[in-house]
């Protein structure tokens, strides 16, 4: 990798280019990095894509990480309250960035708890609206340190509703399930025709044997490519525009 592009510029522009074709759309985008790739993705090759200020507001050009419309980010466009949000998650106008605390093969997510769900180890924040979004959009995740602490042969609750359990359900219950990429700071992983994760491409300066050893079940690795490198207006915009304080950089380790 060129020393003078980092790994979180990397998974940044990896991450944006899960929003490529989205269109008109309300991106939904969880943590540092995926709020940075939905602003590039808006001023790049998605100018339709839909942000929120994260309160209760449309904004039509990306506000600064870490301000609202009410604080001085972002031009108003719509005013959207909590309740009207649902009806666009209904309507499957929504795409979805999320975390993930475990993740299996099948794009099972769990961000609820660790351990027996009857008495946790850990208790996390819940499934939050992972069933919601995973039954009626399409959803990606964005894991900020691959191990094979996330990358779990099983996982301990389901929040988001995997590949192997979408399948198994009968009639149009999961008509809209639609698990996307994994971006993580090793890799991009997409899913086989059988629905099991695979790597689509690996970071520059990560080995095939760095992801599996931090993944903790057999991962497909035979037609990773290289992950792209930003371009120099998406370096401009990453790092004059959208995140001029580097916060990238403490999600993404260097």
């Known amino acids: ?21 989205a269109g008109e759309i309300l991106a939904h985008a969880v943590g540092t990095v995926p709020a940075i790739s939905a602003r590039l993705a808006r001023l790049t090759f998605e100018p339709d894509l839909v942000l929120s200020d994260g309160e209760c507001f449309f904004v039509s050009d990306p506000p600064p990480l870490g301000k609202t419309a009410s604080n001085g980010g972002g031009t108003i466009e719509a005013w959207v309250p909590f309740r009207s949000i649902f009806d666009v998650l209904n309507s499957g106008r929504r795409h979805s960035m999320m975390g993930a ?23 996390l924040i819940g499934v939050r609206g992972a069933p919601g979004n995973t039954v009626n959009h399409r959803t990606d995740y964005w894991v900020a340190r691959h191990s094979a602490r996330v990358f779990v042969e099983h996982v301990d609750v389901v ?13 149009s219950t999961m008509k809209y399930h639609d698990l996307g990429v994994v971006v993580t700071d090793l890799a991009v992983l997409d899913y086989s025709a059988e629905g099991v994760l695979k790597v689509r491409s690996l970071h520059p300066g990560v080995s095939a044997e760095d992801v599996q050893s931090n993944t903790g079940f057999d991962i497909d690795t035979s037609s990773a490519t290289t992950t792209r490198l930003p371009s120099e207006e998406e370096l401009q915009l990453i790092r004059t525009v959208i995140d001029p304080t580097s916060l990238r950089a403490r999600e993404v380790r260097s």
């Open 101 to 123: 605390s475990q993740i299996d093969r099948f794009g099972n997510q769990n961000i609820s708890a660790i351990g027996d769900w009857r008495k946790p180890t850990r208790q």
């Open 159 to 171: 929040s988001g509703v995997g590949n192997d359990r979408a399948a198994a359900e009968s009639g």
């Open 1 to 21: 990798m060129s020393s003078d592009i980092t790994r979180a510029e990397v998974c940044v522009t990896a991450c944006a280019d899960a929003w490529r074709g």
